[in-house]
Nanobody
Framework: QVQLVESGGGLVQAGGSLRLSCAASGGTFSSYGMGWFRQAPEKERAFVAGINWSGDSTYYADSVKGRFTISRDNAKNTVYLQMNSLNPEDTAVYYC??????????????????WGQGAQVTVSS
C-alpha cells in the first residue's frame, strides 16, 4: 500500500523560503513520476510542479516558475519542493502525489492516483 507523508510546512514571512518533503512508502518509488499541488481556501486544487521518475525532467506552473524547485532522492524515497521568494498568494495546503507512470507530464489532479495528507504553508505579508 502506497503512503505519502508531507513535512516541512509552516509560517514564513513574505520573501522567505521553505522546503517541503514528501516521504513515500510501499510500491517502487523510483518507477513513478511525482507532483506537488496546492489548494487555497475556497479554491480548486492546482498543479505546482512535477518530476519524472529519474529526476532529470521537471515542469512547473507559470506562477511558481523561477521561484520553486522540485527534486527527488530515489535512494531516500523522497521528493522535495524548495520554495523561495514566497508571497502571500502562495498560502495554501500543499500536497504531494504520485503519477501512474514514470515519464508523462501530468498537471491535472485526476491523473495522480496516490496523495499525501497535505502540509499547510502560510506566508505573511
Amino acid at each position: 500500500q502506497v503512503q505519502l507523508v508531507e513535512s516541512g510546512g509552516g509560517l514564513v514571512q513574505a520573501g522567505g523560503s521553505l522546503r517541503l518533503s514528501c516521504a513515500a512508502s510501499g510500491g517502487t518509488f523510483s518507477s513513478y513520476g511525482m507532483g506537488w499541488f496546492r489548494q487555497a481556501p475556497e479554491k480548486e486544487r492546482a498543479f505546482v510542479a512535477g518530476i519524472n521518475w529519474s529526476g532529470d525532467s521537471t515542469y512547473y506552473a507559470d506562477s511558481v516558475k523561477g521561484r520553486f524547485t522540485i527534486s527527488r532522492d530515489n535512494a531516500k524515497n523522497t521528493v522535495y519542493l524548495q520554495m523561495n521568494s514566497l508571497n502571500p498568494e502562495d498560502t495554501a495546503v500543499y500536497y504531494c502525489a504520485r503519477s501512474p507512470n514514470g515519464w508523462r507530464r501530468y498537471t491535472s489532479p485526476r491523473n495522480f492516483n496516490y496523495w499525501g495528507q497535505g502540509a499547510q504553508v502560510t506566508v505573511s505579508s
